[in-house]
């Protein structure tokens, strides 16, 4: 409605605010707010703002009401202002009054993240729990000192929305309050985002498809359709209205890899595509760069001829992704944007983006129905360059400046530039594509290369588990990356010398064994792979060969039982200390654990029980090192023996993600009673962990996590001191071994004792 300048008057001395800045915008806010406002919802408004005015705070709470107040309203409803006037009085009454100002100047950006009342009323509660929770009292009575990370939260809000629901914001800002409670500068860090566990949390908390959840798919689509196993690396996609980047591969250098945002929100629409498609027509199209494309020298081109050239070269990639992979189809349409032709105006913008946007979705080989010659004439003769062939990098380079050198305009310098649909979100950022010659290149041109002394191996993304905070107690989110890898291999006929050493007590040892193993053994027939030759089918194999027939392979056969059920891991701490030599003997730690572990070996593969040998060390939360020895499909033999020997001692013991990932392997096997040994020689530790005290409470965690789930776990200690803490985290499941030269006849003993 319009305002008349009684009426104006009139709500002016309903405001009954003398502050000149307040003043001097009252006219431009009531404008505003007529148009959006009712009648009533005017009165509120000025009753807060006056109310505001009287709470002797000064001008800013005053002026953030009345220009942020209308835009929020139009969106979430002016009845909403009850209950934003109520958490402004709970701030005035507590020391916070001074976030009044920052959470009224951050409401319209709010408001426009949630478009709701209801998300509106959570959002406000979550900021009073904040306030509430984090404001300092001195006595235990009443607040004394104001919330140092609440005026932080709410300057980001707007942002954290932008990537966060409600309820997740609620529950990140729960993280920070429970755990920075008493910290104030760690507090406003958290709520900054400047701490690791900050960003952690908030990364399990948004909205859309994670790339550290479908990761390992990821990894291995690459290394199955592509034959290409270069790590995957996530990049932050930013808070708000940042743009997200594109991905990119650093292919031809030292550091190869492929860079994907860390989420891919769904999309929805007549065709929608999931957050997991999203990531597949990516990496497939980089894929394909890293196949077929090759690099130019950029120098003596053009911007406008570069960015030609790459949308050709996208385009002669994505042909032959299809070639291949047909089914993709849907999915690039669907995704790549279809811009209408005449709808930039080269008058008043730079339709340079446009053009190309328009070519590359005609290159597609749909029926787009442009009517422009020179792109007509360009898909054309891209579509001859491509019949039967795989065409190449240099004949798009060829074409492009051709193309280019025919449609450039004046107008493409402008600096506006139109950007509607001109975008295609599954292509890379072609970086990959250019190289440059500087000042002083040219003198290496005629040199090799230097080669590394031994190329990288390239593992399995890292898994990340939590990790138990003994200050807060509760867990930290996503805390720690765990590397697996298979151990490398050396001499097998180390460990058979090592078992020789202990031939006397490993006939002791069978006369136990005997009296373990299952009585009622069933045969299995008809295995590649077995513990005894099956004479009957060995003979008819023979008698097929020799016949001129395909003789079967599976002449072997396996015994099993089916009153024995028992899985075992047994996990070695191959931390440093394992160096160390143990006085009297001439020998290292690391080379009794050896000897122990294979006699244990043998043993358990004398019962028949499915068993597992693994190794673990640390080198802070960023690098935790699992390495498989045995698995469980696999046979006690020279493989897993070979392992065994090549075993090397080094960095920290952070025990308790070990547990955690030896977990998801013991977890899924199919037994009644699933062991999981831990022979250890120290106290869990680690570099970037300066509290004792803090590893071993994870470490005890990890144990009544694996308890809860079905797993027995006992440990074996080397040291002598371990009386100290060893109880505390395994309780009675721990046996300490103050001989260490006894090792190898203590651990298989107490294994068989364990079983029976």
């Known amino acids: 409605m319009a305002t008349t300048p009684e009426q104006l008057e009139s709500w002016r001395q309903q405001l009954a605010c003398s502050f000149p800045s307040v003043q001097a915008v009252f006219a431009d806010c009531m404008a505003e707010a007529a148009l959006v406002l009712s009648p009533t919802g005017i009165n509120a408004y000025l009753d807060g703002a006056r109310a505001l005015g009287k709470m002797g705070r000064g001008p800013e709470p005053v002026l953030a009401l009345l220009q942020e107040w209308p835009q929020a309203a139009h969106i979430v409803g002016e009845e909403a202002l009850a209950d934003v006037t109520a958490l402004l009085f709970a701030m005035q009454k507590s020391p916070n009054s001074g976030a009044m100002a920052p959470l009224l100047q951050t409401l319209a950006a709010v408001a426009r993240r949630l478009q709701g009342p209801d998300p509106l009323r959570h959002y406000l509660r979550t900021v009073q729990d904040v306030m509430a929770r984090t404001s300092v009292s001195i006595h235990g009575h009443h607040t004394t000192f104001a919330s140092p990370g609440l005026p932080v939260l709410l300057a980001q809000a707007p942002q954290l929305l932008g990537v966060l629901t409600v309820a997740g914001l609620a529950r990140w800002a729960d993280y920070g ?16 985002l400047q701490l690791a566990d900050s960003r952690a949390v908030l990364q399990r908390e948004r909205h859309g498809t994670l790339l550290v959840d479908v990761e390992n798919q990821l990894v291995l689509t690459l290394r199955a359709l592509w034959q290409d196993q270069v790590p995957l690396r996530a990049y932050a996609t930013g808070l708000g209205d940042t743009p997200t980047p594109a991905p990119w591969t650093t292919h031809h250098t030292a550091d190869d890899s492929i860079c994907l945002p860390d989420v891919y929100d769904a999309l929805a629409g007549e065709h929608p595509v999931s957050g997991i498609d999203r990531y597949r027509v990516a990496l497939a199209h980089i894929a394909a760069h890293r196949r077929w494309s090759q690099p130019l020298v950029a120098d003596n081109l053009s911007p406008l001829q570069r960015l030609t050239i790459e949308c050709l070269e996208d385009a002669r990639v994505d042909h032959l992704l299809l070639r291949h992979y047909p089914g993709l189809l849907p999915l690039l349409l669907t995704l790549h944007p279809r811009p209408v032709e005449g709808a930039c105006d080269p008058l008043v913008a730079s339709c340079l983006r446009h053009r190309l946007a328009m070519l590359s979705y005609a290159l597609m080989g749909s029926a787009h129905g442009y009517g422009d010659a020179a792109l007509n004439d360009c898909v054309a003769t891209f579509h001859a360059l491509m019949d039967g062939t795989d065409s190449s990098t240099q004949a798009m380079q060829i074409l492009a400046i051709q193309h280019a050198a025919r449609t450039r305009r004046q107008s493409d310098q402008l600096a506006r530039v139109y950007f509607k649909d001109t975008l295609v979100s599954y292509r890379d950022d072609n970086r990959h594509l250019w190289t440059f010659i500087e000042a002083g290149d040219e003198e290496d041109t005629f040199t090799e290369p230097p080669t590394p002394d031994k190329p990288e191996e390239h593992g399995l993304p890292p898994r990340h588990y939590p990790e138990w905070d003994v200050t807060s107690q509760t867990y930290r989110p996503d805390w720690v990356s765990v590397y697996e890898a298979l151990h490398p291999s050396g001499d097998a006929s180390h460990i058979d010398a090592l078992l020789a050493r202990h031939a006397g007590l490993a006939r002791q040892l069978q006369q136990l064994l005997d009296l373990l193993k299952p009585q ?4 299995i027939r008809y295995q590649e792979e077995g513990s005894e030759l099956d004479l009957d089918v060995a003979l008819r194999s023979l008698i097929d060969w020799r016949a001129g027939a395909q003789p079967d392979p599976r002449i072997l056969m396996s015994h099993q039982s089916d009153s024995r059920s028992i899985a075992v891991l047994v996990l070695l701490d191959l931390s440093q200390s394992l160096n160390d ?18 006699l244990l070996a043998w043993a358990i593969d004398r019962l028949g029980d499915p068993f597992a040998l693994a190794g673990f060390h640390s080198n802070t939360r960023h690098d935790v090192r699992y390495q498989h020895i045995k698995g469980f499909g696999e046979r006690w033999g020279d493989a897993p023996k070979a392992r065994l020997s090549a075993l090397q001692a080094q960095y920290s013991t952070r025990m308790g993600a070990a547990l955690r990932h030896a977990a998801h392997y013991l977890g899924a096997q199919k037994a009644d009673k699933k062991l999981l040994l831990v022979l250890t020689d120290g106290r869990p530790s680690d570099v970037d962990v300066p509290d004792e005290a803090a590893l071993v409470a994870d470490t005890r965690q990890a144990v009544q ?43 298989t003993r107490l294994f068989v004792s364990l079983t029976k």
């Open 581 to 598: 030599t143990v006085p009297g003997t001439g020998q290292t730690r690391l080379t009794l654990s050896q000897e122990a572990v294979a």
């Open 520 to 523: 009622n053994r069933v045969r």
């Open 705 to 747: 996590e694996l308890a809860q789930q079905g797993m027995h776990t006992h440990c074996i200690s080397l040291d002598p001191q371990a009386d100290a803490y060893v109880h505390d985290i395994f309780g009675h499941h721990a046996t300490v071994v103050d001989r260490i030269e006894q090792l190898p006849e203590r651990l």
């Open 177 to 192: 309050a429970r755990h920075y409670q008493h910290h104030p500068q760690r507090q406003c860090e958290y709520f900054s």
